[in-house]
């Protein structure tokens, strides 16, 4: 069974369809980047499959639950407090001790190329920084199905390929990213699915 099987997807609003996919699957470490237009629907396939969008027609099954699928968002929010309690969070929720979590998160902002950035505070940042520290987040509780919404924006060169090794690397589950063609990096080898 694929991790993620989609058919007939449809979401309307005030009448008007904003997002239609006929059918899509996807596999259990597998990476999808979807592009496609302004308006074409991107984010909203990805709501729906975060289950932020619940108001929709079709069906659309997923092999993980919802404490496995993380969704980093275009502009990501970041808590009040140190950009390592940000990366801790998911970790203490799920009631990782507070020494084990902040080994894992410094951890992670490193893989991350944040590792600098550990002590800082969180509102602070760069809009290319909080990218990077709401991946660690994101990545820190080992989700099934990784949700991005354009990951590269704001992010330099340096920060973008240190993001795809990442990525590439921690293909165990599958992660499904917005981005522009000319924003997704050939070396990530993801599949590409087109809406619009």
């Not at 449809?10 to 470490?29: D, M, R």
């Not at 990218?131 to 992010?155: G, S």
Request: charged share 20%; proline share 4%.
């Amino acid at each position: 069974m694929p991790l993620i099987d989609i058919k007939e997807l449809q979401v309307q609003k005030q009448s008007a369809v904003i997002c239609a996919v006929p059918n899509l699957t996807v596999a259990a470490g597998e990476m999808l980047a979807i592009v496609g237009g302004n308006g074409s629907g991107k984010t909203t396939l990805l709501r729906v499959l975060a289950g932020i969008e619940q108001d929709f027609q079709g069906c659309v099954e997923i092999d993980a639950a919802s404490r496995d699928i993380v969704f980093v968002h275009q502009s990501p929010y970041l808590f009040r407090g140190s950009v390592l309690a940000n990366v801790c969070y998911g970790l203490r929720v799920r009631g990782v001790g507070r020494v084990e979590s902040q080994h894992a998160g410094r951890r992670w902002l490193e893989q991350c190329g944040a590792a600098n950035l550990a002590d800082e505070t969180a509102a602070h940042l760069s809009g290319g920084e909080r990218k990077r520290v709401a991946l660690a987040r994101a990545l820190a509780v080992e989700p099934k199905l990784i949700l991005l919404d354009e990951p590269f924006e704001e992010v330099d060169a340096a920060g973008v390929d240190t993001l795809c090794r990442l990525l590439v690397a921690v293909a165990g589950g599958a992660t499904i990213l917005v981005s522009s063609p000319s924003r997704t990096p050939d070396v990530l080898g993801a599949r590409r699915f087109e809406l619009g």
